[in-house]
C-alpha cells in the first residue's frame, strides 16, 4: 500500500491548479481536472484549499509572493528591475494570465485575501517613496501612479504578444529593440 504525503498532494494540486486557472480563468476552470492532473480526489482539494475561488486567491498570492521575492523593486537600478522583470514574466506566463483573469472576473469589487494584497502592493510602493526620498526616482508622480506605470510597460508585451509581433515584428532582433525601449521609456518616466 503507498504511503500518502499530504504535502506532495497539495503541491500537486497547486501547480494542477495554476495550469487550470492560467488556461480558463475561475468561472472557466473546472475542480474535477484539476483533481485529475494532480491525480487527487476533489474531496482533498476542498479540504485542502477550500473551494474555488479561494483556491484561485491562494494560487495567485503564492505566484505573487513568488515574483515579489524573485524580483524585487529596486529603485536604484530600474532599468535592471525591468528587465529582471519581463524576464521573470517570459519564464512564468502564468502569472499575468492569473493576474488577468482575476480582472475580468472581479473587476473593481473588492478581491478575496485583498488586505494581503494591499500589503504587498504597500512594500513595492514603499521603496518607490525610498527611491524618490533620496532622488534617485522623480517624484513628480506618486509612487503608487509610477508602480502602475512601469509595471505596465514591462508586462503589456508578454500580455499581448500578438500585438507586440504585428507592432514592433516577430523576430528576435526585434524584440531586443523594443526592451531597450521599454527600459529607455522606463528610465525616462522616473528621471528627475
Known amino acids: 500500500m503507498a504511503?500518502?504525503?499530504?504535502?506532495?498532494?497539495?503541491?500537486?494540486?497547486?501547480?494542477?491548479?495554476?495550469t487550470e486557472f492560467a488556461r480558463h480563468g475561475i468561472a472557466g476552470a473546472r475542480i474535477d481536472r484539476?483533481?485529475?492532473?494532480?491525480?487527487?480526489?476533489?474531496?482533498?482539494?476542498?479540504?485542502?484549499?477550500?473551494?474555488?475561488?479561494?483556491?484561485?486567491?491562494?494560487?495567485l498570492e503564492r505566484?505573487?509572493?513568488?515574483?515579489?521575492?524573485?524580483?524585487?523593486?529596486?529603485?536604484?537600478?530600474i532599468e535592471g528591475w525591468i528587465d529582471r522583470l519581463m524576464d521573470y514574466h517570459a519564464a512564468h506566463?502564468?502569472?499575468?494570465?492569473?493576474?488577468?483573469?482575476?480582472?475580468?472576473?472581479?473587476?473593481?469589487?473588492?478581491?478575496?485575501?485583498?488586505?494581503?494584497?494591499?500589503?504587498?502592493?504597500d512594500r513595492k510602493v514603499a521603496l518607490l517613496e525610498d527611491g524618490q526620498a533620496r532622488g534617485v526616482v522623480t517624484d513628480a508622480i506618486p509612487a503608487g501612479?509610477?508602480?502602475?506605470?512601469?509595471?505596465?510597460?514591462?508586462?503589456?508585451?508578454?500580455?499581448?504578444?500578438?500585438?507586440?509581433?504585428?507592432l514592433a515584428g516577430g523576430e528576435e532582433a526585434d524584440h531586443t529593440r523594443l526592451r531597450a525601449s521599454v527600459k529607455e521609456a522606463a528610465r525616462r518616466l522616473v528621471a528627475r
Do not use: C
Open 145 to 166: 501612479d509610477l508602480l502602475i506605470l512601469l509595471t505596465a510597460l514591462a508586462n503589456w508585451t508578454a500580455v499581448v504578444p500578438q500585438m507586440r509581433r504585428i
Open 3 to 18: 504511503v500518502r504525503d499530504p504535502e506532495a498532494t497539495k503541491a500537486r494540486i497547486f501547480e494542477a491548479a495554476v
Open 34 to 59: 484539476i483533481a485529475a492532473d494532480a491525480k487527487a480526489n476533489k474531496q482533498l482539494i476542498y479540504a485542502y484549499f477550500g473551494n474555488k475561488a479561494e483556491l484561485f486567491a491562494i494560487v
Open 93 to 121: 506566463p502564468e502569472l499575468l494570465r492569473l493576474l488577468f483573469w482575476e480582472g475580468l472576473e472581479y473587476g473593481t469589487d473588492e478581491l478575496p485575501h485583498e488586505t494581503g494584497r494591499r500589503e504587498h502592493y
Open 63 to 77: 505566484k505573487m509572493l513568488d515574483l515579489a521575492e524573485s524580483v524585487p523593486v529596486d529603485p536604484d537600478d
